[in-house]
């Protein structure tokens, strides 16, 4: 019996480190969980924009949606044909996970459709927040195969901007 639990421990522990292993990205479709649209364009662009001064292909998910389409719609079989046919197979979304906290990893992988419908109420920034958790799922096709939380310093919003910038350089250099 004791070797049984021993056994389940040990393989729980893989599955949950599986998930925190460098990623090994190629190219991503960049995908910004936010409300407000603007602050959806402009983290896309952002992280677009790290991604290939680092050598990895990367496109911003606006490109692939009709204007004023839902992201939910990056989960339908055409757009991930049209996806697919532009070389992209890794998609990367990016929401706020939260403020002034430590916050534990997610360990529930969702697939990439209901991952995409969830509501993400958090702007990038608000008042009176001395830091902001961003937390990046990696998808391949339908399933996850990586996750990331990067934890930014938050004294306004453009000092939050410019450092995140360079932590996110030495975390895509690091681990992605």
């Known amino acids: 019996m004791k070797k049984i639990i021993f056994i389940a421990f040990i393989l729980l522990g893989f599955q949950i480190t599986g998930i925190a292993q460098k990623t090994n990205l190629q190219n991503a479709v960049v995908v910004g969980l936010f409300d407000r649209k603007d602050e959806r364009f402009q983290m896309e662009i952002l992280l677009s924009e790290l991604l290939l001064e680092n050598k990895i292909k990367a496109k911003v998910s606006l490109n692939f949606l009709k204007e004023g389409a839902d992201v939910t719609a990056l989960a339908s079989d055409s757009v991930q044909q049209l996806i697919a046919k532009s ?90």
Do not use: C
């Open 87 to 176: 070389g992209f197979d890794t998609y990367v979304l990016m929401a706020v996970r939260g403020y002034d906290k430590k916050f534990k990893p997610a360990t529930q992988k969702l697939p990439l459709g209901e991952e995409l419908s969830l509501g993400h109420l958090f702007p990038i920034y608000r008042e009176e927040i001395s830091n902001v958790t961003f937390e990046f799922k990696f998808y391949k096709g339908n399933e996850m195969i990586g996750y990331r939380m990067v934890k930014i310093p938050a004294s306004s919003k453009e000092s939050m901007l410019k450092k995140f910038r360079l932590k996110m350089e030495k975390e895509i250099k690091k681990n992605w």
